[in-house]
């Protein structure tokens, strides 16, 4: 796995971010650092989201930040220049995955099929996106798109919570989860940026006590 992948590893969860103001990104990347979870995919599905992401990466540069909900390459190279280190799309779409694999960006598409992790494997890929996973059967689905593809690994988002976080965790096949429970955009848009700091700091010994560490 390359670098990214590693570091999206260790940490277990990566916090899934809606932000609609820009104003929220460095209190929020803070909460997050502090909490003990320096990463972040922002989402870039509004229109704060490109100039979120570049606060984030200037405030803190060793935060992996990167971008979710990525449609296009235009968005891609947006992202990328605002200093994104990492893209992320719900669903495998062959020309932002070649765009990505062209320019050297750690690319995580969503595959939720045979036939998508086959084009995953085709281009190299080792670790795709599963989603939205509790919807397309969870733990027991990625399981069994594991089965043939042994050299595969998948972070699953959608669904994933404090909760279940222990049944996802528990597979060898994930090497993380996303999930936005510690980051909910009310919290955001009210400023609690302390019950965020708790929140991730649950996640952190809730995915240490999992993996026994």
Do not use: H
């Amino acid at each position: 796995m390359n670098t990214i992948s590693k570091t999206i590893q260790e940490m277990g969860v990566v916090p899934v971010v809606v932000l609609n103001d820009a104003k929220d990104a460095k209190p929020l990347a803070q909460a997050l650092c502090e909490g003990g979870l320096p990463c972040a995919e922002v989402t870039f599905r509004t229109e704060a989201a490109e100039e979120s992401i570049r606060l984030m990466t200037e405030c803190y540069p060793d935060m992996f930040v990167g971008a979710g909900t990525v449609l296009t390459t235009e968005q891609v190279d947006r992202a990328v220049n605002a200093g994104a280190k990492f893209i992320v799309s719900p669903g495998f779409d062959p020309e932002i995955v070649d765009y990505c694999l062209e320019k050297n960006i750690p690319i995580y598409p969503g595959c939720i099929t045979p036939s998508e992790v086959a084009q995953a494997v085709k281009r190299g890929l080792e670790v795709v996106k599963f989603f939205p996973a509790e919807q397309f059967g969870g733990v027991s689905t990625i399981k069994a798109l594991a089965a043939p593809y042994v050299g595969v690994k998948f972070m699953p988002t959608g669904g994933v919570n404090a909760k279940n976080l222990d049944n996802y965790l528990s597979c060898d096949k994930i090497v993380a989860c996303g999930g936005s429970w510690m980051v909910k955009g009310d919290l955001v848009v009210e400023g609690k940026f302390d019950e965020i700091k708790s929140l991730v700091e649950e996640a952190v010994e809730l995915v240490a006590k999992i993996r026994g560490k």
